[in-house]
């Protein structure tokens, strides 16, 4: 019985350290009988050290709560990094997409593991990950600048999920991301969403026309479809019968190197498709036989609908920079490619298609969200709305 009421109540110890240059310094530590080895003796777990005796008290305290509660946790040696690099990424491969497992892994190597992987796991606290989250905005960009509020929000969910695994393990009492203040991404920070009008986008699609990617765009403005679910589309996706295609692949960009991926949320969808683009799709069928015809048994067939004339797959960085050339050629207002997305998704809304079908053509997970996505168009559609209401009721337009 005195044993548990040792481990209960536990002592507070002081301990006084000489630095290289000298000078004493006292720390206080709270001290926990755990039992006895194999051989009889006494085990003992430290906790500190604090500067006070106060601060050990109070922690003493409160270690006693968890103790009786059952969640109490018992220190380790294991670090940051040790956790992260040796147990939690590797577990982390086979649950994510091969895009997003790389991104966890650059951010951690290159903006966390330098400041915080050589502390003890246990040791880190919500005030250590605001003062990393204020230095990476401040200077964690390596051309000197900071980075972004949306990519530091980025690391904040990433570290949030790794110290959540840690205390479902037992290494941690609780997840200090929970409690830690990530940069707010304030409307003036979020990046704009520009979209062309039906006009500019009929005058870009008619100006590339002929051009090799002319196709491209005007699939990718018609569908709505991601830029690589564009390059990962195979002619066996494609039921020119039925005007449709099936999204099942994606190609992604990893250390620059093209990998095959699934979309967006692991799901296959189709997408009904216009006459128009059945059209284009048979003009680019026609240019790919032309390709196969010049470059012989040098063509590399991989069922790809947009490819580089020798049948290898396009990059996603090199696809984005012949769009932008495009514009610049066509002296018309500058949008992102994956602005071409948000392009057919606000004509769609415009046109009073069901929020529920452009949903699904996007691939996105609800119809909600792509309402919240896509809230700067209900302004305009609810005075037409009103409109029309008023002609219906009352005959005359209000």
């Given at each position: 019985m005195a044993r548990t009421g040792l481990v209960m109540q536990g002592h507070?110890?002081?301990?006084?350290?000489?630095?290289?240059?000298?000078k004493l310094t006292t720390r206080w530590y709270v001290v926990f009988d755990v039992g006895r080895n194999p051989s009889g003796k006494r085990k003992q777990k430290w906790h500190g050290g604090f500067n006070t005796r106060k601060e050990a008290e109070v922690a003493r305290a409160k270690l006693i709560v968890d103790v009786h509660d059952g969640a109490y946790v018992e220190p380790t040696k294991l670090t940051v990094e040790d956790w992260i690099i040796?147990?939690?990424?590797p577990s982390m491969k086979t649950q994510l997409k091969i895009s997003t497992f790389d991104s966890y892994q650059r951010n951690l190597n290159k903006h966390v593991l330098p400041v915080l992987g050589t502390l003890p796991l246990a040791e880190i606290a919500p005030h250590r990950l605001?003062?990393?989250?204020?230095?990476?905005?401040?200077?964690?960009?390596?051309?000197?600048?900071?980075?972004?509020?949306k990519t530091v929000r980025y690391i904040h969910t990433t570290l949030h999920k790794a110290f959540a695994d840690a205390r479902d393990e037992g290494l941690l009492r609780t997840n200090p991301a929970e409690l830690a203040k990530p940069p707010r991404l304030h409307a003036s920070l979020r990046k704009e969403m520009n979209v062309w009008d039906s006009?500019?986008?009929?005058?870009f699609l008619h100006f590339t026309a002929d051009e090799r990617l002319g196709p491209a765009w005007h699939v990718l403005a018609m569908t709505g479809i991601?830029?690589?679910?564009?390059?990962?589309?195979?002619?066996?996706?494609?039921?020119?019968?039925?005007?449709?295609?099936?999204?099942?692949?994606?190609?992604?960009?990893?250390?620059?190197?093209?990998?095959?991926?699934?979309?967006?949320?692991?799901?296959?969808?189709?997408?009904?498709?216009?006459?128009?683009t059945i059209q284009i799709l048979r003009k680019q069928e026609a240019t790919q036989v032309g390709d196969k015809t010049i470059w012989a048994s040098n063509y590399t067939d991989l069922d790809l609908v947009f490819s580089r004339e020798d049948?290898?797959?396009?990059?996603?960085?090199?696809?984005?920079?012949?769009?932008?050339?495009?514009?610049?050629?066509?002296?018309?207002?500058?949008?992102?490619?994956?602005?071409?997305?948000?392009?057919?998704?606000?004509?769609?809304?415009?046109?009073?298609?069901?929020?529920?079908?452009?949903?699904?053509?996007?691939?996105?997970?609800?119809?909600?969200?792509?309402?919240?996505?896509?809230?700067?168009?209900?302004?305009?559609?609810?005075?037409?709305?009103?409109?029309?209401?008023?002609?219906?009721?009352?005959?005359?337009?209000?």
């Open positions: 507070i110890h002081k301990r006084t350290h000489t630095s290289k240059t000298g040796q147990r939690w990424i605001n003062n990393l989250y204020t230095a990476l905005l401040q200077g964690g960009n390596f051309r000197g600048g900071g980075l972004s509020a006009t500019t986008l009929n005058n991601r830029r690589g679910e564009l390059l990962g589309l195979r002619w066996s996706d494609i039921d020119f019968d039925r005007k449709r295609i099936i999204i099942r692949h994606t190609l992604v960009s990893v250390a620059y190197e093209i990998v095959e991926s699934t979309p967006k949320n692991h799901q296959t969808r189709i997408i009904d498709i216009d006459d128009s049948g290898t797959p396009i990059h996603p960085d090199s696809l984005t920079q012949s769009f932008e050339r495009a514009i610049k050629r066509a002296e018309i207002p500058r949008i992102r490619l994956h602005d071409l997305r948000h392009t057919h998704a606000t004509l769609a809304m415009q046109a009073g298609v069901p929020i529920k079908v452009i949903s699904e053509r996007l691939g996105h997970e609800s119809p909600s969200f792509t309402m919240k996505q896509y809230a700067h168009v209900l302004p305009t559609m609810q005075a037409e709305a009103a409109s029309l209401i008023a002609d219906v009721v009352l005959g005359t337009k209000g």
